[in-house]
């Protein structure tokens, strides 16, 4: 076997080990030529092969070759461990280089020296020290405590620059470490990458260079509760400047804002910023609150214009400095709100609906359901709102001053109430939906009960008079308005008999004036009043049906007259004839137990058509009702004829001065056949009115029996037809007294029909349950009262329809 010495003599003439030259530099006598004077750049670094360098590999051998080296004899060749301690002698400076480097970026302020090397070198040794030397833990550890001594610094730093000036000043002190800090931190990412990338990476459980700055920054300054506490000593100082004065503070983009975001990117908004901005704007506006209410008494309207300039301040000033941050903006506009607006709701709702809607301002309505709303406070004032709508109907309804003008202010307060349920109780779409804002339903709901029940502060009146007024409307007719402004004008009306509970007695008032314009033929249109007809029979009562009787009466009724005018001679007076056959089933007119006596020709000429009537209907019977008779005259004047169109009792009365000049109250009376109060009413109209066909002495506005009346011969108008208007025809004070006697009396019947009917039904009934049914079934055409209900089953039980069980007297049974 060869042994190590042979292996290893060379020839005599070999010069491969005379030109060794170690390639390993030592890293750290670099470092030290460059302190001692180098001239080579500051961050450049010098080679650690020299070898790598073919000038100077050229010179090494130059060198050699004029060295005359000759050995005698065989070489001796000792072997050492070099290479291994030149490899950990250059890891150690690659180390070094990247810990004095990772000092030096993380010390604050000016620097005695210069980067060690350059951001390469750097980037290009941590890579060595993590891949090739394998020392990565090393290196953490290492980063770890520098970063632990840079926060420790900079809380020194910050801490003692506190009281030496303004904190606002410090703030931005502050937000300057801030700024550096992360400056820093992104830097060393950037030049340590291999570290996170090639180390940290493979242990989940390893901070990454970033999160770990931010732990020992946050341990050690944002987790500090004086710090914590100067930061919000100088918030508050900014905010209630702003707040003081309503005017931007000169640092709130160059501070405030900086501030929001460190404190956003150190995971510390919500801790040290935003808690404690909500917590001092609940106290700040409670405060003011308290101020502005208590000792200053303002108004409630004054109050809520104060709520809307603070909360659109704070949503300003949140926007500006919380960019991006919604649920701030919205969570600081809100707590502003409950400061001002918390335990104060009932007094401004109360105070401030009314006269905002008093005076129609919607702008403001929208503004005070918006500030309810975003503190769920719409029940009060929903509750305030229901409440005067209900007082305002029920002052209109009780006004008897101006009872006329009732159902045009209902109508107008309708409208507005309308208008601001629209455009101001309303609440925009969701995301969800499109279309305009829809109504609030429960201040929808809260109107019409509030006009249901402002109605029942007079029963039956306000029934009636929506009849009378929309019987006005169907004689004036459209007057130039378009067909579809015409009906929502009658829709309108119509939505005020929905609120009514008194059903028959709007009923009643419709039909008979209904009744009185088609006779009269006093309507505008009869494609009107069946549309009406139509529209009350569907959708409120379909009991008004009895519409489609009375213009199959009054065809009928033509159908006749000119089979009567072909049967007479074209000279008979009767050819001017007009007679009217009504069933009385349907008509809303009680028979007559006196009426008119007529003159001789006219009575003839009713004789002629009852004989052909009854010919044709043997079976049927005819009742004369003059009341609503009309007739024209032709009356001669000295300043030239004119047709009078009058109503049959006023022309009984201005044909007896055809043979008399003059006549007496009484002699009238007697010749007439009326009654005092109808005849009255008549000579009124022809003598006291504004077209005095007649006159009387003495002069006055009323008829007394000692009136003597004669014929006005000087009567003029300049219009040759002339129509006088007849009281009788309007209804009267005394007739709606009739009339409302006579629905209180078919209201009695119905209330008996339905309890007998329930009783009957059931057998036996609680008084309570019977009472329950009993409105249950008349509900349709009207709301009884209690005690009218308790009346009805006493009537009851004494006309032993019902009896009283012997054990309860609350229990009734009905008898067989």
Known sequence: MTDV?????????????????????????????????????????????????????????????????????????????????ALDRANDQLFALVRGSTRWLLTKGPQADLIPASYEAIFNACRAVVCVAGDGQKLYEMLRMELDQCTVRLFRELHNSKGTGDVIEWLDHFVQVCAWFEGQVVLLQSLLSYLDRAFILKDHKRASIHDLAFVFFKEHILGDKSIIDQIRVGILQW???????????????????????????????????????????????????????????????????????????????????????????????????????????????????????????????????????????????????????????????????????????????????????????????????????LPNTSFAYALRDAFTSGFKARRNKPAELIAKHLDRLMRRGQRGTSDAEWEELLERVLVLYRYTDDKDVFRTFYSRALARRLLLERSASDDFEKGVLRILKEKYDPEFGMGDHMFNDLALSREFMREFHKRISEESSAQKLSVMVLQRSVWPFAARKKDVDLPPSMQADLTSYSTFYKAKHSGHKLDWDHSLGTATLKARFSAGSKDLTVSLYQAVVLLLFNDESEMEYQRILQATGMEEEELKRTLQSLACANKKVLKKRPVGKDVNKDDVFYFNADFTDPRAKVHINSIQAKETAEESKRTQSHIDSDRKHYLDAAIVRIMKAKKELPYESLKTLTIDAVKSHFVPEVSVIKARVAGLVEMEYLRRDEDDMNLFIYVA
């Open 5 to 85: 010495f042979k292996l290893l003599t060379l020839p005599k003439t070999s010069k491969g080990f005379t030109a060794y030259r170690s390639t390993v530099v030592d890293a750290t006598a670099s470092v030290t030529d460059h302190h001692e004077g180098s001239g080579s750049h500051p961050n450049k670094i010098r080679r650690l092969d020299a070898d790598s360098d073919s000038g100077s590999a050229s010179r090494s051998r130059d060198r050699l070759k004029g060295k005359a080296v000759e050995r005698n004899g065989p070489l001796r060749i000792q072997v050492q461990d070099f290479a291994a301690k």
């Open 239 to 437: 905010i209630t400047w702003e707040r003081n004065e309503s005017t931007p503070h000169p640092q709130r983009l160059i501070t405030i804002r900086p501030l929001i975001a460190h404190l956003l990117t150190h995971d510390s908004y919500a801790l040290i910023f935003e808690r404690f901005i909500l917590e001092q704007t609940l106290s700040f506006y409670n405060s003011e609150a308290q101020n502005k209410v208590d000792q200053l008494k303002v108004s409630a309207e004054e109050y809520l214009g104060h709520v809307m300039i603070r909360t659109g301040e704070e949503r300003e000033r949140a926007e500006a400095v919380c960019c991006g941050l919604g649920e701030t903006v919205g969570g600081v506009v809100q707590v502003a709100r409950r400061g001002l607006l918390e335990g104060r709701l009932d007094w401004l709702a109360k105070e401030a609906i009314g006269p905002l809607m008093n005076a129609q301002g919607t702008d403001r309505l929208s503004s005070i359901y918006s500030e309810f709303e975003a503190v769920n406070g719409l029940s009060i004032l929903c509750r305030e709102f229901k409440a005067y709508v209900q007082t305002s109907v029920a002052d209109i309804v009780k006004d008897t001053a101006r009872e006329e003008e009732m159902v045009e202010r209902l109508l107008a307060f309708k409208a507005f109430s309308d208008t601001a349920l629209h455009n101001c109780f309303s609440s925009p779409p969701s995301t969800a939906q499109t279309g305009p804002s």
